[in-house]
């Protein structure tokens, strides 16, 4: 299984961007999906996560302007980024939680920049 992030890019301070994450097939028994980053010279965070009940988590950081969602129909997970500030600049990573295992994205770049 593969996961294909997308909707990364560069938007200034305020700003919107929505990133989405496809699997390349279906994953039996998804546990949660989401979303975690990475900035230069930090370690990898969680931003959000959405459990198979459909509960979420977000990071305090991104409460209330961060929000994400599901389509099962399309094992695609999404993540709506609005009033972006410059502290949200990282790599962000999709990651499907299945029974045997977590699969992971590739990456997808954000930059928050005047």
């Known amino acids: 299984v593969q996961l294909q992030a997308s909707g990364g890019g560069r938007v200034q301070p305020g700003g919107s961007l929505g990133l989405s994450c496809a699997a390349s097939?279906?994953?039996?028994?998804?546990?949660?999906m989401g979303w975690y980053r990475q900035a230069p010279g930090k370690q990898r965070d969680l931003v959000a996560l959405?459990?198979?009940?459909?509960?979420?988590v977000y990071a305090d950081s991104v409460k209330g302007r961060f929000t994400i969602s599901r389509d099962n129909a399309k094992i695609t997970v999404y993540l709506q980024m609005d009033n972006l500030k410059s502290e949200d600049t990282a790599v962000y990573y999709c990651?499907?939680?299945?029974?045997?295992?977590?699969?992971w994205g590739q990456g997808t770049q954000v930059t928050v920049s005047s």
């Open positions: 959405i459990t198979s009940g459909d509960n979420t």
């Open positions: 990651y499907y939680v299945g029974v045997m295992r977590t699969y």
């Open positions: 097939r279906s994953i039996s028994s998804i546990r949660g």
